[in-house]
């Protein structure tokens, strides 16, 4: 068993410790925004925030992650879709097929809590997801927008 603080909510899953935290959140917890792609790190759909740092979730043995540790999922990065980084988002129609979407969005706002004005090369350099669908000049373009800048 072990014990989970997700989006402030603490679980108690039944896993074992070598369970990806990507399942537990999906399959145990039913919280389905953050996405399975690759399943070996190298995407980013499943990226979520763990003591606020962006992780890939697919990798993440359950086991490492203590009771003490807060875990932050797509759903729980603002209740109303508000948080700055959706917003832009939203507004730039940044998403094509959206599947990337969640974990480019967790992506982003762990770059801007960490760097609130990044420039492009901050930009570039943080934002190591893969979108199949190539929107990363809308994805630039929002987050310097969620920043309070223009691209």
């Known amino acids: ?16 410790a070598d369970t990806p935290l ?21 995407c980013g759909a499943c990226s979520v925030h763990l003591n606020g740092q ?3 979730s697919c990798i993440l043995p359950v086991g490492s992650v203590k009771a003490t540790d807060k875990i932050v999922t797509i759903e729980g990065l603002s209740a109303n879709r508000s948080h700055p980084v959706q917003k832009a988002w939203a507004a730039l129609d940044v998403p094509q097929c959206g599947y990337c979407q969640s974990g480019q969005i967790m992506a982003a706002a762990a ?15 943080a934002m190591t997801n893969i979108c199949r669908c190539g929107t990363y000049q809308r994805i630039r373009a929002a987050v310097h927008q969620a920043a309070g800048k223009q691209a």
């Open 1 to 16: 068993m072990a014990k989970l603080n997700i989006n402030g909510q603490v679980r108690d899953v039944q896993v074992e």
């Open 22 to 42: 990507l399942w537990v959140i999906r399959e145990q917890v039913g919280l389905t925004g953050t996405k399975y792609g690759c399943g070996v790190a190298q």
């Open 111 to 125: 770059l801007l809590a960490r760097k609130p004005r990044p420039t492009d090369r901050d930009i570039d350099d």
């Open 54 to 56: 962006v992780v890939r």
